[in-house]
């Protein structure tokens, strides 16, 4: 049935041959959460969620499957919604000012060349109906219309509500045009907000709470006021047992092991695939066996992450350690150039010989945050410093906060952003 309908598609798009291509992303590698997303299109697209709807989780916990194969679907199907995608993290090498106005410039060619089409079909020039004039024949206008102007024409001739998604939003703050992008769109939605009819709505994501709370929080910025909720992680008996039954009829370990193990991999699904996979490779255990293989095998995994993050830490010098510890100790309440933190960094240097200790100055810490950020260690939007990724915090501080054996030769700093699990 499905093939047929591929095969239906694939005569609307004109395409010549059939796809013989098996595809990776097979329904059953996902568990997917309808009622989940069932609940946020609608609450996406009810009068509360004017201002915009701003979505955070820890990295690598599934925001971007989640909002690509349940909640885009989920808007498409129940509220005709025309789905607009700026991926951030995919395109972090171009501006994401450009990125935003792209991705809407390109739909509303699309569109408007779809229409162009249906009205030539009908062999006429012109085409008027409530809200939406198009003349075929008129050449293109010189002047780049803005994203409010642009969002509207696309809703108008689609006839459907645009729901313009941003993932990564954070990197936003990253260019000035990223920062005036926002706020266009914010010009847009309160003008498109004035309409009749449900023309805009935005969906923004970000990896941690932190980087992202300033966008909504802070008076200088476009969204101050929007509405900024936790995404829910996966999990559940649901999902662990779905999880489990992908290993085989042999893996058996129990739902509580199955927990702590998703638990351990800080509730990251590639990760606790992982931890299963291996567990579920060591067939004819009892139960009570698998379950503590499972445990180690989660463990494992984690100490491997660890271990990667102390590699880069060994090729920081010693004042850039301390004030990654220092952030990692105080969190939102980060101040490093105040003079109680410039105590503390002096305690932490304390471990070196006299002569060896760096100058703990303004423009000392300034740069090391200036290197920390360079190494994807610390993060820094227009807002408060952060850690790259939460879970450093914790690792951080299970070490001491300068190290004093010299980097092993050869230490480089790893990829400073892993896609890991
Ligand atoms: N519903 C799911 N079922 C099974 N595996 C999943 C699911 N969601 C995500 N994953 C797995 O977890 C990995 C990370 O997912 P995803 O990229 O969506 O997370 P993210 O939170 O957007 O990550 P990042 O913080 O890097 O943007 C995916 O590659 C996929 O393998
Ligand atoms: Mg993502």
Redesign the pocket.
Known sequence: MLQVLHRFLDRLRGASRTDDRVHVLAER?????PGLAGRMAAELMSPAQTSGMFLT??????????????LVPALEREHRALVLYADL?DRREEDPGAVIVEVIGQALKAQEDRSGRAIRRLSLSRLKAPGVELEVARPREERQPSLRESLERLSDLAGKTVVLVI??VQHTQATSLGREALYMLKAARDHLNACDKLKFRLLA?G?HNEKIECLVSDKHQAFLGAHLEAMPT?GGAD?LRW?RGLHGPGFTASLEALEQAFEICLR???AF?RACRAAASEQRLEREAQDRLLLRRASELIDAEKRQLFVRLQALGPLEQAVLRLLAEDGRDFTPLFPPAKERLKDMLTVLPPDERPDVSTTSIRAALDQLCEARLVWRGDGPYALEESQFASWLLERPPVDTIPAPLGAELLDPSP?A?
Request: hydrophobic share 30%.
């Open positions: 590698a996902l568990f997917r959460r989780a820890p990295r690598r916990t599934g925001k971007s499957t989640f909002i690509r194969h349940d993290w993932d990564e994501t990896s996966l999902y999880e990251r699904p590639a695939h896609k699990a």
